[in-house]
């Protein structure tokens, strides 16, 4: 009994491993990232690597080259939410905004992100430094090289280099 459980699980584990994945369209190898290619399914958009394996699973509605906004990241889209993932597939902004700036304009490894028409930053791990809750936010330095002056029900005000709002 043991050795026909045995012989089972096998058969099933060589049936999986020889089970080729298939996608409506593939692109060519090394246009987005070396070694991958990019796959529609069902009008979803992912990567595969060249033995096959699936880097990133097709869910995106688009994605963008890898460094056109931020080095070793795409710019992906999902129910018109854009995130981004990495060079290892991986998911590093969930898609929530509505806009995302490029990185740098405004602080060193940071881009403006943009939510229900509120504005916000987000750093260059991933990491939401200033929610989306402001109504503007000005460029460091037009006040103060420390300062950036923000727009918050009305009101002005400044946040510093690490995010935080200067209160009074």
């Known amino acids: 009994m043991k050795q ?13 491993s020889f089970t080729q994945t ?10 987005y990232q070396d070694e991958w290619a990019l796959v529609e399914d069902e009008g979803k ?6 033995e096959g394996q699936v880097i990133v699973k097709p869910e995106f509605d ?8 931020q080095k070793k990241w795409a710019l992906v ?7 981004f993932i990495d060079d290892e597939g991986q998911c590093v902004v969930k898609p929530q905004y509505d806009k995302i700036g490029y990185f740098n304009e405004y602080k060193c490894d940071w881009a403006l992100v943009e939510l229900n ?4 930053f987000i750093d260059d791990e991933g990491q939401e430094i200033v929610p989306p809750i402001y109504d503007a936010i000005g460029y460091f330095g ?4 420390n300062l950036a002056e923000v727009t918050l029900n009305g009101k002005k005000t400044f ?3 690490e995010g935080q709002l200067i209160t009074q």
């Open 4 to 16: 026909l459980l045995l012989i089972a699980m096998f058969a099933l584990a060589a049936k999986a």
């Open 45 to 50: 958009l992912g990567f595969i690597n060249k």
């Open 22 to 31: 298939v996608f409506d369209k593939i692109g060519y190898f090394g246009e």
């Open 77 to 83: 889209e999902l129910d018109n939410k854009l995130g």
């Open 62 to 69: 688009k994605i963008g080259y890898f460094g056109e906004i």
């Open 159 to 161: 946040i510093n280099r």
């Open 117 to 120: 028409g509120k504005f916000g």
């Open 142 to 145: 037009e006040f103060d090289r």
